[in-house]
């Protein structure tokens, strides 16, 4: 081999791991800068060396060109579905089928949980990626071969193995990337997807590779073959080989021994749903078994040997009974249907947000429509489509005159939104206290609807800076509120003037300007007086701050009651400087920390702006992709879980010293 070669698979070699570690371990080793500087190394190579460019390079994913169509391909064997239960009686129901049909035989169940996606046929020849087919109709699929390369989580070599094989598993889109996606056709004013799984099915049947690559999709295997058939003798196996191969295969999975532990992992995981990055919609339970499997068969449509357990509806139809208007803290009113409540996975739904005209428009609804509502994730529900118009609707108009104040409603050219315009409406003053003091921003626990309702009314407090001129004795007067409670609401306000600059940002309720581009503002100026100061194009320096951020930023800082607002918050003792971010390098450059517990020496806020000046991130739960967990007095279940991950766990002394 030459010089040359060898340094390309070197560095190629590296990139898988890099790669590997990142897309499926979710434990990075180095920042994304310094995979792309290794990227961009490599394609360069290539570039000046066509003739090593081999498909399983890492250089290989993004590259494909739109095609004209897709290709039809045979499955190697039907991809069939699965039957489902809809409840524990049904579940149990399989069981029985299951036991009766082994007799007495001994069996256990391997337990997976359902991921609400779409399946893929992966073919692997001689340990290379080779073919990747969508579902289809179950015998035929089609050809997505260059979409799929883009999935980072797809390996395109096989790790420790060279023959063929064929993995089947699930497309998943994170509840996080298909925000980002419907955000961004929002603002282009494209239709939304509907959920996660229509969001990452629209992503894999594109022409155009580099739609998928920028979706961010992710891929669990679930099946290992050979020749059509399990490659391995148990379920177990094969998910344990898979994952050896170099796939994500989903940790959560359980091998239960009878059907109450199936019936538990059940329970806990339509418990647990929620906390998930993704969708589930059930639990998946195949018989481990593969020589058990073949005995209990198939029937026309599914396996025998496999159930799915469906979770609890999370849709629901109900009627729209009005539309009323809320006013939020920078005065944008929002349109909220009032329902006939309505059962949703056991909770009961009254009404959704309808977020702004346009988005009535697009649903076509009216008032008296029968609507289909959702809940997913721990969002508040939402209202899907009309699934019949009502006898006797009526359309919503948008009031010319605030509810709550009378003052008047505009809705500016170009925007979505329609606003008060009254800066002095109380429904924006009692918005703008709540935020001001939620969590994230000031952190005053205690301070909830029903206080601040009061505080609004009885012209206690007329804006943020208010807050700090309370006492124990004002706040004793107010309802539901005694002494132990006032001092501790108290102990908690006074605390909050340490609350470093970014989260003073984003309390102020700039329109725009909300955690991650206060953060940003913050990084750039580093000075609350450098951001007041600051013109149209010098704010434009910061990250993600473009004209119209800056307008509305300038706008704030030019109000006087708005100017008169920062002094009282300077007298108030906040700090309005910052210590900067370094952008690149830094000790702790690229690691993810997780605080628990006291420290001895600094406080919470202390030790996360330390690490962030030392270019480190601080999260706030335990996942792979947290590197330390730093622990103090009484840390609790971070602890346990860092542990469970096998995760570094160090304390302050070991933190100090590796600030540097
Ligand atoms: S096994 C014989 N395992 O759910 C077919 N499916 O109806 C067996 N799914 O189409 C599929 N997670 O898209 C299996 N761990 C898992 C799964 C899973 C999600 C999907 C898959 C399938 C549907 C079952």
Same mark, same amino acid.
């Given at each position: 081999m030459?010089?040359i070669?060898?340094?390309?698979?070197?560095?190629?070699?590296?990139?898988r791991r890099h790669?590997?570690?990142?897309?499926v371990l979710d434990?990075?080793?180095?920042t994304?800068a310094?995979?792309?500087?290794?990227?961009h190394e490599?394609?360069?190579l290539?570039?000046?060396?066509?003739?090593?460019?081999?498909?399983d390079?890492?250089t290989?994913r993004v590259?494909?060109?739109?095609?004209?169509?897709?290709?039809?391909?045979p499955?190697?064997?039907?991809?069939?579905?699965?039957?489902?239960a809809?409840n524990?009686?049904?579940?149990?129901?399989?069981?029985q089928?299951?036991?009766?049909?082994?007799?007495d035989e001994?069996?256990s169940?391997?337990?997976?949980?359902?991921?609400?996606?779409?399946?893929?046929?992966?073919?692997y020849k001689?340990g290379?990626?080779?073919?990747a087919?969508?579902r @289809?109709?179950g015998?035929?699929?089609?050809?997505?071969?260059?979409?799929?390369?883009?999935?980072?989580?797809?390996?395109?070599?096989?790790?420790?193995e060279?023959?063929?094989?064929?993995?089947?598993?699930?497309v998943?889109?994170?509840?996080?990337?298909?925000e980002?996606?419907?955000a961004?056709?929002a603002a282009?004013?494209?239709?939304?997807?509907?959920?996660?799984r229509?969001?990452?099915?629209?992503?894999?049947r594109?022409?155009d590779?580099?739609?998928t690559?920028?979706?961010?999709?992710?891929f669990?295997g679930?099946f290992?073959?050979?020749?059509?058939?399990?490659?391995?003798?148990?379920?177990?196996?094969?998910l344990?080989?898979?994952?050896?191969?170099g796939?994500?295969?989903?940790?959560?999975?359980?091998k239960?021994?009878d059907?109450e532990?199936?019936v538990?992992?059940?329970n806990?995981?339509?418990e647990?749903?929620e906390?998930?990055?993704?969708?589930?919609?059930?639990?998946v339970a195949?018989v481990?078994s593969?020589?058990?499997?073949?005995r209990?068969?198939?029937t026309a449509?599914?396996?025998?040997?496999?159930?799915a357990y469906?979770?609890?509806?999370?849709?629901a139809?109900?009627? /729209?009974k009005?539309?009323d208007v809320?006013?939020g803290?920078t005065g944008t009113l929002t349109? /909220?249907?009032?329902?006939e409540?309505?059962?949703v996975?056991g909770?009961t739904?009254?009404?959704?947000?309808?977020?702004?005209?346009?988005?009535?428009?697009r649903?076509?609804?009216?008032?008296?429509?029968? /609507?289909?509502?959702?809940?997913?994730?721990d969002v508040i529900?939402?209202?899907v489509?009309?699934?019949?118009?009502?006898?006797?609707r009526h359309a919503f108009r948008?009031?010319?005159h605030?509810p709550v104040?009378?003052?008047?409603i505009v809705?500016?050219?170009?925007?979505a939104?329609?606003?008060?315009i009254?800066?002095?409406c109380p429904?924006?003053?009692?918005e703008?206290?709540?935020?001001?003091?939620?969590?994230g921003v000031?952190?005053?626990?205690?301070?909830?609807?029903a206080?601040?309702?009061?505080?609004?009314d009885?012209?206690?407090?007329?804006?943020?800076?208010?807050i700090y001129q309370?006492t124990?004795?004002?706040?004793i007067d107010?309802?539901?509120?005694?002494q132990?409670?006032?001092?501790?609401?108290?102990?908690?306000i006074?605390?909050s003037?340490?609350?470093?600059l970014?989260?003073?940002?984003n309390?102020?309720?700039?329109p725009f300007?909300?955690e991650?581009?206060?953060?940003?503002?913050?990084d750039e100026?580093?000075?609350?007086d450098?951001?007041?100061?600051?013109?149209?194009?010098?704010?434009?320096r910061?990250e993600?701050?473009?004209?119209?951020?800056?307008?509305s930023?300038?706008?704030?800082f030019?109000?006087?009651?708005n100017?008169?607002?920062i002094?009282?918050?300077?007298?108030e003792g906040?700090?309005?400087t910052?210590?900067?971010?370094?952008?690149?390098?830094?000790p702790l450059? @690229?690691?993810?920390?997780v605080l628990t517990?006291?420290?001895?020496?600094?406080s919470?806020?202390?030790?996360k702006a330390k690490i962030?000046?030392a270019?480190?991130?601080?999260?706030?739960?335990?996942?792979r992709?947290?590197h330390?967990?730093?622990?103090?007095?009484?840390a609790?279940?971070k602890?346990?879980k860092?542990?469970?991950?096998?995760?570094k766990v160090?304390d302050?002394?070991?933190?100090?010293?590796?600030l540097?």
């Amino acid at each position: 081999m030459s010089r040359i070669s060898e340094k390309i698979e070197h560095l190629r070699e590296k990139l898988r791991r890099h790669e590997y570690l990142y897309y499926v371990l979710d434990a990075p080793e180095i920042t994304d800068a310094e995979y792309d500087a290794m990227m961009h190394e490599l394609q360069a190579l290539e570039r000046e060396h066509p003739e090593l460019i081999t498909p399983d390079s890492p250089t290989q994913r993004v590259g494909g060109k739109p095609r004209e169509g897709f290709v039809k391909v045979p499955h190697s064997s039907p991809m069939l579905s699965l039957d489902n239960a809809l409840n524990e009686e049904e579940l149990r129901e399989f069981d029985q089928r299951v036991r009766g049909l082994l007799g007495d035989e001994k069996f256990s169940y391997a337990a997976e949980l359902k991921l609400d996606g779409l399946s893929l046929a992966v073919h692997y020849k001689k340990g290379q990626l080779a073919q990747a087919v969508t579902r @289809g109709d179950g015998v035929v699929g089609e050809d997505v071969t260059e979409n799929a390369r883009t999935i980072g989580s797809i390996p395109l070599r096989l790790r420790e193995e060279h023959g063929d094989w064929e993995v089947r598993g699930e497309v998943v889109l994170t509840r996080r990337s298909f925000e980002k996606a419907n955000a961004e056709r929002a603002a282009a004013g494209l239709p939304l997807f509907a959920n996660p799984r229509n969001a990452a099915a629209g992503a894999l049947r594109v022409l155009d590779p580099s739609v998928t690559a920028s979706r961010k999709l992710d891929f669990f295997g679930y099946f290992l073959f050979q020749e059509g058939r399990p490659a391995l003798e148990t379920q177990w196996k094969a998910l344990d080989k898979l994952e050896a191969m170099g796939f994500k295969v989903n940790p959560r999975r359980k091998k239960c021994a009878d059907i109450e532990k199936l019936v538990a992992f059940c329970n806990e995981w339509a418990e647990k749903r929620e906390s998930l990055p993704y969708e589930i919609d059930g639990v998946v339970a195949k018989v481990d078994s593969v020589e058990q499997q073949n005995r209990l068969g198939w029937t026309a449509k599914a396996p025998r040997w496999a159930i799915a357990y469906k979770f609890a509806a999370r849709q629901a139809e109900t009627v /729209v009974k009005d539309i009323d208007v809320q006013v939020g803290r920078t005065g944008t009113l929002t349109p /909220v249907a009032r329902f006939e409540p309505v059962k949703v996975g056991g909770v009961t739904v009254q009404n959704a947000t309808l977020h702004n005209e346009d988005e009535i428009e697009r649903l076509g609804l009216k008032i008296g429509d029968t /609507v289909l509502i959702e809940r997913s994730g721990d969002v508040i529900p939402k209202v899907v489509r009309v699934v019949k118009e009502g006898e006797h609707r009526h359309a919503f108009r948008m009031p010319k005159h605030c509810p709550v104040c009378g003052g008047d409603i505009v809705r500016a050219e170009g925007e979505a939104a329609s606003r008060c315009i009254n800066t002095n409406c109380p429904a924006r003053l009692r918005e703008s206290i709540l935020h001001w003091a939620a969590r994230g921003v000031m952190d005053i626990d205690g301070m909830g609807d029903a206080l601040v309702n009061q505080l609004v009314d009885q012209g206690l407090v007329r804006n943020v800076a208010d807050i700090y001129q309370l006492t124990t004795e004002l706040l004793i007067d107010l309802e539901r509120m005694g002494q132990k409670s006032a001092e501790k609401l108290i102990a908690n306000i006074d605390a909050s003037r340490k609350q470093p600059l970014p989260r003073i940002l984003n309390g102020l309720g700039i329109p725009f300007v909300g955690e991650r581009t206060a953060q940003f503002l913050a990084d750039e100026f580093g000075d609350l007086d450098k951001i007041a100061a600051a013109d149209e194009d010098e704010l434009q320096r910061a990250e993600e701050v473009g004209p119209k951020v800056a307008k509305s930023i300038r706008r704030f800082f030019h109000e006087s009651h708005n100017k008169s607002l920062i002094e009282r918050l300077r007298h108030e003792g906040f700090t309005f400087t910052y210590e900067r971010k370094k952008r690149d390098g830094g000790p702790l450059a @690229g690691m993810t920390f997780v605080l628990t517990g006291t420290l001895p020496t600094l406080s919470r806020d202390e030790a996360k702006a330390k690490i962030e000046a030392a270019g480190g991130k601080v999260a706030g739960s335990v996942s792979r992709k947290t590197h330390y967990v730093v622990a103090g007095d009484e840390a609790g279940s971070k602890l346990d879980k860092a542990k469970e991950l096998g995760i570094k766990v160090i304390d302050e002394a070991a933190l100090i010293e590796m600030l540097g």
